[in-house]
């Protein structure tokens, strides 16, 4: 399997990071994470439309995260030939959130059935909303559920990726908890949106000294790989942006954690069987 930081933004808007999306590929089964800002777009650059997608997971429903999702409904229709489903899963009350996406697209949806003679449907989205200890099967991946702590967002999802002697788990935002711990064991890659603490804790604004409550800073991210003995830390959803300058500030910061760190920019690849790194999928 192979991992792609699609997008590694925050709510911030920044010129060279799209909103949070990971792409995780195997055995021709592409799987979507997340639908921050840009996310078609990032797909793009990947070289993949969302027709090729096989399953779109929501970790939550945080605007940065789901922004997107009406483009890759939208551009997930009208591409493929014959009306085939977009499948789904998020926590509970992603198909409230799908209805209202569909219902705010509903006068473009109007449009191109008229113009279209081929387009015989409105988009079709197949929702599943999960729960933690469940699993998901994606053609031969295995995608396992667990709950993650990002309260006062409930519920919050983390999810991990087998397939053969691979794995990745891709915990959206959050602290560290047991649940997420236990998904954690003995992964190749974990996938975990942080913060710098340090420089955040410096800005003088109470909005921004909030987001320390629920996301993990990249010691407590760095701890929890190292207990967990998983292979790469790779970090995204950084706050404030990551740059060429500070990047190293940012590895620095994951002392303590004996396996690779990964401070990757959108469209950075990690090979899961290799642990190698490149910078285009």
């Not at 099967?137 to 702590?149: C, E, K, N, T, Y």
């Amino acid at each position: 399997m192979k991992v792609t930081l699609l997008g590694t933004g925050s709510p911030i808007p920044h010129p060279d990071h799209a909103g949070p999306a990971t792409l995780v590929r195997g055995s021709d089964t592409a799987l979507l994470f997340d639908c921050g800002r840009g996310v078609v777009t990032r797909l793009a650059a990947a070289g993949l439309v969302p027709s090729m997608l096989d399953t779109v997971f929501l970790t939550h429903l945080h605007s940065d995260h789901v922004s997107d999702l009406n483009d890759v409904i939208t551009t997930h229709w009208v591409m493929n030939v014959a009306p085939r489903a977009l499948r789904v899963v998020g926590p509970v009350g992603t198909a409230a959130f799908v209805d209202a996406t569909l219902a705010a697209m509903s006068r473009d949806v109007e449009f191109r059935l008229a113009h279209h003679a081929d387009l015989t449907r409105a988009p079709w989205v197949e929702v599943t909303e999960a729960q933690p200890g469940e699993s998901v099967a994606v053609g031969p991946l295995r995608v396992r559920v667990a709950a993650s702590d990002h309260r006062p967002v409930t519920p919050s999802l983390a999810y991990r990726v087998e397939h053969e002697a691979t794995s990745v788990v891709i915990a959206g935002d959050g602290v560290p908890c047991a649940t997420l711990d236990e998904l954690l064991v003995g992964a190749s890659a974990y996938v975990q949106t942080v913060v710098r603490e340090d420089l955040v804790r410096a800005i003088p604004s109470t909005r921004l000294q909030d987001i320390l409550d629920y996301h993990s800073s990249v010691a407590q991210a760095a701890a929890s790989a190292q207990r967990a003995g998983v292979g790469a830390l790779v970090m995204t959803h950084y706050v404030p942006p990551v740059t060429d300058e500070t990047r190293e500030e940012w590895r620095a910061l994951a002392r303590g954690f004996d396996g690779l760190v990964v401070v990757g920019d959108d469209l950075t690849t990690l090979d899961l069987a290799t642990l190698e790194v490149s910078a285009t999928p």
